[in-house]
C-alpha cells in the first residue's frame, strides 16, 4: 500500500500541494485528474523523489519512498526522454547496468519486456526511427525493466494520435500487478474511465474527491464535489 500523509508543496508564489492525504493499492490503477494547473505533475514529481522539497509523508509497504533505489520507482514522461543516440537496446539497459545488474541480465530483461510490447525486430533501431506509440511502449519498458513495486505515468497519451489511446490503455492494464501501484496522471478521462480502479480528482492543490473510478463516472454525479461536476460536464 502506497500512503500519502498531508503532503504539502509550498513555493514562494504559494501552496501548489495542499495537505493531501490518501492512499493506492498494489494491483490497482489510481488514476489523478484535474484541470491544467491543479498539481497533478508536482505530485507525480514528489513522488517520484525528482522534488524532495516537500512536507508530509509517502510510505510504500512503510517504507519511506525517499529511501527507494532509483530503479524501485519507474516514471514514465509525456516525452518519452530516450537518448536518440542509443539504440533501444541500450535506451533499456543503460539504468540496469549503472545501477549495478550485470549486461547479459539487463539484455535478458530487456529482449523478455521487447517481445511483450510486440517490439522484438526494434532492438538494434534508435529511438527516431519509431512511431510515437513505439516509442511510448520503450518508455513503459524502460520503467519496468527493474521490476518497480510502483510505476507513475505523467500523461501516457498526451503526445499520442487519439486513436493510440486505447493501446495505450491496453498496456497500461498489461503491467498492472498485485505487487505494484500504479499511479497514472492523465487529462484523457476515457483512458481514466476505461482503466483506473480508483479516481483521485486535483483542483488548485487540494484533493476533491477520492472514490471507486464506478462511483466517479456513474449516471448519479451528486456524490461529486461541484468542482468535478463541473469539470466532467465541461467535458462531455
Ligand atoms: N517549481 C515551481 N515553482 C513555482 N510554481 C510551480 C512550480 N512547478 C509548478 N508550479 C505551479 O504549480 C501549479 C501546478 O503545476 P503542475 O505542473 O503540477 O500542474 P498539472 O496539473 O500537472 O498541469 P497540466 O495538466 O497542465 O500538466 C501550476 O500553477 C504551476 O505553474
Ligand atoms: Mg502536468
Redesign the pocket.
Given at each position: 500500500m502506497l500512503k500519502v500523509c498531508n503532503l504539502t508543496k509550498k513555493?514562494p508564489?504559494g501552496d501548489?500541494l495542499k495537505d493531501l492525504t490518501f492512499e493506492a493499492k498494489e494491483g490497482e490503477i489510481t488514476a489523478v485528474i484535474?484541470?491544467?494547473?491543479?498539481?497533478?505533475?508536482?505530485?507525480l514529481r514528489c513522488l517520484a523523489q525528482l522534488d524532495k522539497d516537500f512536507l508530509g509523508k509517502m510510505l510504500l509497504g512503510g517504507r519511506d519512498l525517499s529511501s527507494l533505489s532509483h530503479g524501485e520507482i519507474g516514471l514514465v514522461f509525456q516525452s518519452f526522454h530516450l537518448f536518440p543516440h542509443l539504440d533501444i537496446l541500450q535506451n533499456l539497459t543503460l539504468a540496469p547496468i549503472h545501477q549495478g545488474m550485470s549486461k547479459a541480465e539487463a539484455e535478458k530483461k530487456a529482449h523478455k519486456l521487447l517481445s511483450q510490447f510486440s517490439l522484438k525486430t526494434k532492438a538494434h533501431q534508435y529511438p527516431g526511427q519509431l512511431s510515437g506509440g513505439q516509442k511510448q511502449r520503450i518508455a513503459i519498458a524502460r520503467a519496468l525493466i527493474m521490476d518497480p513495486p510502483i510505476l507513475l505515468f505523467d500523461?501516457p497519451t498526451s503526445a499520442l494520435d487519439p486513436e493510440l489511446v486505447n493501446e495505450v490503455g491496453e498496456i497500461i492494464r498489461s503491467v498492472q500487478d498485485p505487487k505494484r501501484v500504479i499511479i497514472l496522471?492523465t487529462?484523457e478521462i476515457r483512458l481514466a474511465e476505461k482503466v483506473a480502479n480508483r479516481i483521485l480528482f486535483?483542483d488548485h492543490?487540494c484533493l476533491l474527491d477520492n472514490m471507486e473510478s464506478s462511483q466517479f463516472f456513474a449516471k448519479d454525479c451528486t456524490k461529486l464535489s461541484k468542482r468535478a461536476q463541473k469539470f466532467l460536464s465541461n467535458l462531455s
Open positions: 513555493t508564489t501548489i484535474g484541470a491544467s494547473g491543479s498539481g497533478k505533475t508536482t505530485l500523461e496522471v487529462h486535483l492543490g
